[in-house]
């Protein structure tokens, strides 16, 4: 589980090119115990992504479209970490906000990684963006929502089954909000994880979906965040649950595949949502840190 990927350091010249998902948010998110870690269950979402582009040079510089999550004294720092060299020309272009709690920053760094020719496992990948950053998303695991993930520590608390496809509808609703290493202020999830743990070996939906509900809510309850129409369109759509990037903007309604109602983006629009997507989520497929020759994004 310490993720199988690819690295690109064999080649040694022309231009690489990659693309790493996002998440969106997390079905689950909280402390283990009253003092425990924080920790999460991530919720992939392959519409989301941070796309990258390497060309050899002498000297390193990082570029991209519009702000970038990560700087290039930042890149420096986190490719030392991993013993890679900090030459070359790199370009990212997010496709999420800044500050969602889609993942840009921690996509933004395995990407870099996988670049620069990172050949060691996820986990070890995993302890330099928490060094770097002081947190980290899974992302770089082949699947993340089948781990309990202490985001601050970097390390695994525990495993579960997937989740059974799910389709999710939603956007980015509020302030984007960086999340704060420091900030521990979260509920008590533990009967929570024991209660997926249960659904998710039994591949049940709906019970998954009330578990992020109650997840969602309980953050949104302790951690305050002003008005927030998820639940309101959650049981107005028939949706089983909704999900929330708990320190991110990342709003989300969770659907049995194949059952989103057809107006369901004109609501989260009318409702204040910014860039409404759909995605299927709950397909585990092998997550290849590799870098692609050149070609256009």
């Known amino acids: 589980m310490q993720g199988g990927f690819h690295s690109a350091s064999r080649w ?27 920790a999460l269950v991530s919720l992939p979402c392959p519409a989301l992504a941070v796309m990258g582009r ?46 969602g709690g889609a ?30 950053e002081g947190a980290s998303d899974p992302l770089m695991f082949t699947a993340p929502d089948r781990l309990l993930w202490a985001s601050r520590e970097g390390r695994i608390l525990g495993r579960a089954a997937p989740p059974p496809p799910t389709d999710v509808i ?69 949706a089983l649950g909704h999900v929330a990037a708990h320190t991110g903007s990342a709003r989300g309604l969770v659907f049995a595949p194949g059952t989103i109602p057809a107006h369901a983006t004109e609501a989260l629009r009318e409702a204040g949502f910014r860039a409404v997507l759909s995605f299927r989520t709950g397909v585990s497929s092998p997550r290849r840190l590799r870098a692609t020759r050149a070609g256009g994004f």
Do not use: K, N
């Open 12 to 38: 040694t010249g022309g231009e690489r090119r990659i693309r790493i998902c996002g998440h969106f948010g997390e079905w689950i998110q909280g402390r283990l115990g009253p003092d425990g870690p924080v």
């Open 54 to 99: 390497f060309r050899p040079a002498r000297s390193l510089s990082v570029q991209g479209a519009g702000p970038l999550p990560v700087t290039p004294e930042e890149a420096r720092r986190f490719l030392g970490q991993l013993g890679l060299s900090a030459r070359g020309r790199f370009f990212l272009r997010p496709g999420m906000e800044l500050g």
């Open 103 to 132: 993942g840009s920053s921690t996509a933004a760094l395995v990407a870099l990684a996988g670049l620069a020719g990172y050949g060691g496992d996820a986990l070890g990948l995993a302890r330099a963006a928490v060094a770097s």
């Open 170 to 238: 939603g956007g980015f609703f509020g302030p984007p909000r960086r999340t704060d290493p420091a900030d521990g202020d979260f509920p008590d999830i533990t009967d929570l994880w024991g209660d997926w743990q249960a659904a998710s070996a039994a591949r049940d939906l709906p019970r998954l979906a009330r578990l992020a509900s109650l997840s969602a809510l309980r953050s949104a309850a302790r951690r305050g965040g002003g008005q927030d129409p998820t639940p309101d369109l959650a049981r107005t759509l028939g």
